[in-house]
């Protein structure tokens, strides 16, 4: 599967099936796409209904038209996508730590979400972008202790930075998440810590290098806005070293 599909041609492809209406056969759905210059590839199609499928944005019956298989007909069941999030997710995209496995939660996204998310045994998981800011608006709402999977995550692998921001902003979140990055900065930054020398410089290296590939690409820019919301702030002003450090010390695997 691609690593991302197109938000454009998913909302165009349901458009389709919303016009074919109840003849909205896998053959109609290709046809009406190759002529719409949507796409004209079988299993490209596949993918794609697949995930809407998985989605909730269709929905898929059979019926016996004499053949040796049955006739697949798709309709519109929802305008809103459905993802899955949670810590089972997180652990999925990399998350070096143990957290129930089981532990999933379905929430509503766009087309542009939809077209990120990644369908795994019939689970049709979030990017790792939204995973993180659904985990940090849930702590900044509920105070689950969520964040600091998140800190693991963006203090140790570099990340869509536009679009994780631009959905923080989204969720009232975006100048906690702002706040964050600049505060991860600002501690592996310092020439002093009060926590192990090598779990410090291991944080120090590996987020000073990402940081800096953000600078190159001029993405830190980002960073230095202001954001939207309020959520989650004094959250994060109330993190101290030992909680950022120990957490990307933990997702590196050189602590505990």
Do not use: C
């Amino acid at each position: 599967m691609p690593r991302t599909l197109d938000a454009g041609r998913a909302r165009q492809l349901t458009k389709i099936v919303t016009a074919l209406g109840g003849t909205a056969s896998f053959r109609s759905i290709l046809r009406e796409a190759a002529r719409a210059s949507v796409l004209r590839d079988n299993e490209t199609l596949r993918l794609y209904l697949d995930v809407l499928v998985a989605s909730k944005v269709l929905m898929v019956r059979t019926r016996d038209v004499g053949s040796v298989r049955l006739q697949q007909l798709y309709s519109v069941s929802s305008s809103t996508a459905k993802v899955s999030v949670g810590l089972a997710v997180l652990r999925t995209h990399g998350l070096n730590w143990d957290v129930p496995i089981t532990e999933i939660r379905i929430v509503s996204t766009d087309f542009e979400g939809l077209a990120r998310s990644k369908l795994s045994e019939s689970i049709l998981m979030a990017s790792l972008e939204d995973s993180l800011i659904h985990e940090l608006y849930e702590d900044s709402t509920r105070n689950t202790g969520t964040i600091s999977f998140v800190i693991a995550i963006i203090s140790t692998r570099r990340l869509d930075l536009p679009y994780l921001l631009k959905r923080a902003d989204q969720m009232h979140v975006g100048r906690a998440t702002r706040l964050l990055f600049s505060r991860i900065l600002e501690i592996v930054s310092s020439r002093e810590t009060e926590v192990a020398a090598s779990v410090f410089l291991a944080v120090r290296a590996r987020f000073l290098k990402i940081a800096r590939q953000y600078s190159q690409s001029g993405f830190w820019k980002l960073v230095d806005e202001r954001g939207v919301g309020n959520l989650g702030i004094g959250m994060v002003r109330n993190l101290t070293e030992h909680d950022i450090i120990m957490a990307a010390g933990k997702q590196l695997g050189v602590t505990g």
